[in-house]
């Protein structure tokens, strides 16, 4: 019986009743397994679609048992199955980042602290507990106070002799605790990726982190196939997954500074629309419809109790706003994050992913759009790809020399890579403008098809070349038209920001030279990181921040090139290495 | 072994195994069983404490199985136990009560009804259907929406073609629902009897209502006896009783006019201050010690679903706010349906119940009190004391013939029989003004203590009319502690309310003959009728009567009774019949 793992997509065939533990160790895919596979500490946890025979354990909830969360090491082989491992340990090992104290100036977050002196009833004044604590807090009778909160005050007062500290929301009292610290978390909820930070509500300091898959990669690698299982009725599923990559990491992150679920009194996510669909459970199918309309971009501020976070139920949560079905709130995040839409500057925000999405503008006006870049720069369609982990090339010279991740021999070659090799081959001769391989000593046939062999076992060949050409077009020509929409061409770009992982470690002199990126001053280029993750704690943290973001979401002009005849030509002719007009790419030449 | 059926207090001895249907009937105690007792229909739901062997059945959920509740039919005795009854047929047949549409006129109800057509998204305009929602409501990005409403909206608004009611609430959105009536839900959670009224919307007229008793009388009769099961781990256990009474009326109300859940889109519950904290699963312990404080007098708005209410769970619930531990919401309620604070005459409203609340005041100042009248007008602590229900004797004539509720032999007398019964005595001087009985043919003497048999089985004796002058001078004394403390005389009061049931139906004359009530003009006598239910309804309907309600119970001075030596000086002054100071009783004399 075939065991394939995830995300690795390692294949080992194995006989019935066999663990999925043991198999996870003939395929040397690792696992955690602090207990030795006794079945107590509950951390091989993987989700499998497909058949085995499992034990229910205590260490999986009912909601997980139905999303397919079971334990490897109680879990034997009943037929052909796929597994996803969620949580490899370098991904997911908490990262803790403090920063100095009183970094952030003028900090209005979306839930403020203010420690009061609860006064003590008489029988002069037998005011209610409630509306003692709400006057101390400066707050009305018509605040809102969550039921727990009511339920819970008598104690918490009493226990703290009347010294508690009142965290306050938009609407009223969000929790009552003891005096200590109180964190917010921002969520990048990526459709590979998700990460997640804990931040002190009093300096704004980021003072831990976790990091790991979305375990919805199960359900398939972009976000087309993922909506297409939510129309096969596996939505409530695809949420639970979601929902469960988040929990874990906010549990490993809370666990790092010893805190507890209940001091983390809100939180922002920022996702792309069809990831906050599926967070929410809310059905994503006409995200792949025309005419595009998605069933939220904003949805109003929720409560974690109700979403499912397992941060404080009372926590107000944020969904970072969006634009389109296909341009999301992680875009929006990015703009605030980059500050492009609060400077006179022509600004070019560029994300680049399965789907690239390009934001152009200024403080005065702002348009965006979206293009299926494919999977290529992220490991897909590419046969040596894959993405940026231990024993991925992440970098090649213009020797063909090169770089792997990790203390690992090489398995692959990831993003930043390709576009290296690509740039390197094309510097060398090797492959020709339109992408095809050369006679070159590296350069052999293998089924009809020509391949450049970098080192043992890791070739690209014009299959390949021809994939990653579609996808750098597919970005390219998504700024082009988004310029000519705007009456402007790519000089006129004074900051070019670079969103997303990718932009953080793809080599621009190189992703210029293939033509994925406009060919302008690389003093103009700007790196913003994780600018979805950094967009959100802006938005945590900052009442005008909250602000723009709405004001950025709802104004931002989207401009939708899948009805776009310009389109078609611009990716046409930019099926070249660099671009078919050279003019357009004057400085490496 | 013995078991005992409440609210009747009947008794019965079986052998173990016999199932709690047939005790039932051999203790002559009506219990649905329109199945026969095959376990089928559900509806023979009993409330037990003590020992039963039971079989776990679909009708009762996990919730109601811990709470205690069994189906007779399917419980064999094990043991001594004592069943709650809780729906005497008599009681809970829902009544409907259709009114004349638009009878209220400027209606503000909590939520608001507003008829939209969605306009459809296209490719010029793709905005997202959630956006479109809210602008055709005029309503803005930052307004509230309950997330399962963003699940459902997709096809709410798909399968109404975007002709759809929008209810909005003071936050946002509450629901979304196709064309159709929508309705409020007032209640009148009292310590005995729990009353619910669906209002329509549109009209405000009351379409149907069921009453029944409050199941937690199965933890004790009076309220002092409740807060102490709650201070012995009990509070979850009476929240549920107090949920399962209001639920199960909701259900039988919705039923009476082929509604459904959803459309019950509000709700506000009046019940004194106890009861709200128990509802809500709140500690009322601090309600029954110095300096009562309690944990709330007013609640926020709260949502049916956090609270466990079975109508749709987004629908905003209001609590009538209340004044103090021992003057609650149903006070609040009373006044605000009386109208007393809105008038310059000074006007006196009495709650006689267990307790007796008392306020005084008009539109500029009100004053209120509760003493602790006990239960003898509840038909405790009387020997042949019983609710008003089928059997009771509720009038005496002077000639001692009486009148019995229902097609039944007469069990025992109800309040406002026992009323008439000590004015007749008084009259006809069968009892003194001390209540010690005299000669008479009617009177004779058991195990040493005198009594007077008015019908076979049924007397009263001295200890009996000692209860029932401690509660009328008990309510007497607050009413004139009340008129002290504002530097009144009676004389000044321009209006009696009578608030409650039993201001229904008591007789004034011989309540005032006894000395229960003050000796004023009859023509300044007004019964409320159920001013809690009433004030429930107007609190639901208009936002002035809202306003109102939360200034009443704000503003109004609470007089403790339980601190004041005047109380005691009042209290026995009033032990005589009708008072000790005759000069305040001229009329009827």
């Given at each position: 019986m ?11 065939d194995?006989?019935?009743g ?7 160790e003939?395929?040397?895919?690792q ?18 679609s497909?058949?085995v025979?499992?034990e ?6 009912d ?24 949580d ?5 090992r908490?990262?803790?980042l403090?920063?100095?104290?009183g970094?952030?100036?003028?900090m209005?977050?979306?839930v ?15 005011t ?34 009347g ?17 200590g ?20 509500l ?53 666990a790092?500074i ?17 990831m ?10 006409s ?6 309309s ?17 941060i ?8 970072v ?8 709130g ?7 994050s ?17 789907n ?6 200024n ?8 293009s ?7 490991g ?9 982990m ?16 990790g ?5 692959g070659?990831c ?10 081959m094309?510097?060398q001769?090797?492959?020709d403008?339109?992408?095809?391989l ?12 020509k391949?450049?062999t970098?080192?043992p ?14 996808s ?15 009456g ?7 900051r070019l ?6 932009g ?5 002199d190189n ?10 001053p ?5 790196y ?6 950094a ?6 943290l ?14 931002m ?33």
């Open positions: 075939r065991v394939t793992f995830l995300p690795d997509d390692v294949t080992v194995v006989e019935r066999v663990s999925l533990m043991q198999a996870a003939l395929a040397e895919v696992l955690h397994a602090p207990c030795g596979g006794k079945g107590t500490c509950g951390r091989c946890k993987v989700i499998i497909g058949s025979d499992a229910r354990d205590s260490h999986i909830s909601a997980e048992w139905a999303a397919g969360y079971r334990l490897a090491c109680r879990s034997g082989v009943a037929g052909d199955v796929t597994v996803m491992v969620p490899p340990p370098e991904l997911s908490p990262r803790v403090v920063r100095t104290p970094e952030v100036s003028n209005t977050p979306i403020q602290r203010s420690s009061i002196e609860v006064p003590v009833a008489s029988m002069d004044d037998p209610a507990l409630l509306e003692r604590v709400l006057g101390s807090a400066g707050e009305g009778i018509g605040a809102s106070v969550p039921l727990d909160l009511i339920r819970s005050l008598p104690e918490v007062v009493s226990q703290c002799n010294s508690v500290d009142v965290l306050l929301g938009a609407k009223g009292l969000v929790t009552v605790l003891p005096r610290s109180v964190y917010g978390m921002a969520v990048d909820l990526g459709t590979t990726t998700v990460v997640v930070n804990l931040i002190d009093d300096t704004g300091g980021t003072v831990a982190g976790a990091a790991g898959y979305n375990d919805q990669i199960l359900m398939g690698e972009d976000v087309l196939s993922r909506i297409e299982r939510a129309e096969e009725g596996d939505l409530e599923r695809l949420r639970q997954l979601a929902l469960g990559s988040i929990n874990r990491l906010t549990v490993e992150a809370i790092a010893d805190g507890s679920t209940d001091q983390v009194t809100t939180a922002v996510v920022a996702g792309n629309t069809a906050a669909h599926m967070m929410l459970g809310v059905d994503p199918s995200i792949r419809y025309h005419p595009y998605p069933a939220f971009n904003a949805s109003p501020m929720l409560s974690a109790g109700e979403i499912g976070l397992k404080l139920p009372a926590a107000p949560v944020m969904l706003p969006g634009t389109a079905a296909w341009v999301g992680d875009i929006t995040a990015g703009v605030v980059s500050g492009m839409h609060r400077r006179s500057e022509l600004s070019l925000l560029i994300d680049v992913g399965t690239g999405e390009v934001v152009l503008g403080r005065d006006w702002l348009m965006c759009c979206s299926s870049a494919g999977p290529a720069f992220d897909g369609e590419v046969a040596c790809g894959m993405r940026a231990d024993g991925a090339i992440d970098r090649v010279g213009s020797d063909l020399g090169f770089h792997v991740l203390d690992a021999p090489p398995r070659i993003g930043s890579g390709l576009i290296d090799l690509i740039a390197a094309l510097e001769g090797i492959v403008r339109k992408g095809r050369q006679d070159h000593i590296s350069v052999t046939e293998r089924d009809g098809i391949e450049m970098l080192c076992g890791i070739a690209v060949n014009e299959d390949d070349i021809a994939n990653l050409i579609r750098k077009a597919a970005v390219f020509a998504a700024i082009r038209c988004l310029l000519r929409a705007a402007l061409t790519i000089g006129a770009v004074e920001h670079l969103a997303g992982g990718f953080h470690y793809v080599d621009p992703a210029v030279a293939i033509g994925l990126l406009p060919d302008i690389r003093d103009r280029f700007s913003l990181g994780n600018s979805s993750l967009g959100a704690r802006d938005v945590l900052s009442t005008p921040r909250r602000l723009e973001a709405r004001e950025v979401a709802a104004s002009t989207y401009v939708d090139l899948s009805t776009s005849p310009e389109f078609f030509d611009e990716f046409t002719s930019a099926l070249f290495l660099p671009h078919t007009d050279l003019s357009l790419f004057p400085r490496p030449q």
